[in-house]
């Protein structure tokens, strides 16, 4: 059963508790690190720089440097009395349209769920928002980070993405000139685009390079020698009014079908 973190949504009187699910999972193959000469695993020691001796996790404690090798040690239990009621539940500063807001500030993503007692109000607060389409925007503390939130209303519930504040966006490393467009190539850009919108299903995407991964492993362990795929030659198109035109005429042949089993 997956670990829900418990909270309420706050606004005005109303107070609806809820239950905060990860919606995303890592699907990734992961690697060891090996030592080169005699593939055994390498491992990770955590130790003291004054004393050189291992240090189990148990009498690990948070410090903050304030100076040059000075800290202040905090206790965990010290960082939850700072917290007041706000800080342990979600307030709502103000409700906006989903559009407004750039994918840039998106964090991570939660399901969520009414938890004991809270189905009604939590059903009442989501079919307002979709009714109006709108979107909450509100803040909590989670763990020792205060955090932006977005709860974004759905048919089948409720989805709260946590948010960077407007401090922790960088900006733009530099600008670029933007050269003149010509009405033609704009106009078969947009042929190519329209041949290509079609709608957003998630089942039909999977992660091919992953495939390819997981059968390299395979070939590896039963001892196959591995083999680069075959790739069709890249073309010598150096104008862009004809490579829009070959890009149309290619959007128009069938897609490759997701594998089965994938």
Known sequence: MPVANKTVISFGLVAIPIAMYTAVQDNDIHFNQLHKEDESRIRYKKVCAHCEKEVKQEDIIKGYQYDKDHYVTVADEEIE??????????????????????????????????????????????????????????????????????????????????????????????????????????????????????????????????VRLKQLLDDKIAGKEIVAPKEAKPTNIIDLMEALKQSVEQSKKPRRKKASGQ
């Not at 850009?189 to 709608?199: E, F, G, Q, R």
């Open 81 to 210: 009395k700072i917290k007041t009621a706000k800080d342990k539940s979600i307030q709502i500063l103000h409700f906006a349209n989903l559009n407004q807001i750039s994918p840039i500030y998106y964090d991570k993503a939660y399901h969520v769920l009414p938890d004991k007692g809270g189905n009604k109000a939590f059903e009442l607060f989501r079919t307002a928002l979709l009714e109006q389409q709108k979107i909450a925007i509100g803040k909590t503390v989670l763990g020792t980070k205060e955090k932006l939130m977005a709860i974004i209303p759905r048919e089948d519930g409720i989805v709260i993405q946590t948010m960077y504040f407007e401090d922790e966006i960088k900006e733009i490393p530099k600008s670029y000139q933007k050269p003149e467009v010509a009405g033609e190539e704009l106009k078969m850009a947009k042929v190519l685009i329209d041949s290509m919108n079609t709608p957003f299903e998630p089942d039909k995407y999977f992660n091919e390079y992953q």
